[in-house]
Nanobody, 121 residues
Framework: QVQLVESGGGLVQPGGSLRLSCVASGSILSINTMGWYRQAPGKQRELVATITYSGITNDADSVKGRFTISRDNAKNTVYLQMNSLKPEDTAVYYC???????????????WGQGTQVTVSS
């Protein structure tokens, strides 16, 4: 029904930057809130940032001022610009989107496959 394809992960040194992208595709009627979550080894998945359709953002305290979430509704894409990266940012980052599809015209959550971000010297 829906695919969320993430890109942009990789290895970066502390203080560096990465830009993650996530493109939603499928028989999409609408996309409401989109967001990024992350899961470090041995830890639970946690919220990084979310953004509503109208552009209202909500950032986790741990990334506030360093990460910026944005979206391009015309492209069904959400981005996460990550600056001043720290080793503790190392995690698998997952894209999330609340999407209504043709076969189910109500909002349901969809997840991407995850992309690895490693911050290390």
């Amino acid at each position: 029904q829906v695919q969320l394809v993430e890109s942009g992960g990789g290895l970066v040194q502390p203080g560096g930057s990465l830009r993650l992208s996530c493109v939603a595709s499928g028989s999409i009627l609408s996309i409401n809130t989109m967001g990024w979550y992350r899961q470090a080894p041995g830890k639970q998945r946690e919220l990084v940032a979310t953004i509503t359709y109208s552009g209202i953002t909500n950032d986790a305290d741990s990334v506030k001022g360093r990460f910026t979430i944005s979206r391009d509704n015309a492209k069904n894409t959400v981005y996460l610009q990550m600056n001043s990266l720290k080793p503790e940012d190392t995690a698998v980052y997952y894209c999330n989107a609340e999407i209504a599809v043709v076969s189910a015209p109500w909002v349901n959550p969809y997840w991407g496959q995850g992309t690895q971000v490693t911050v290390s010297s």
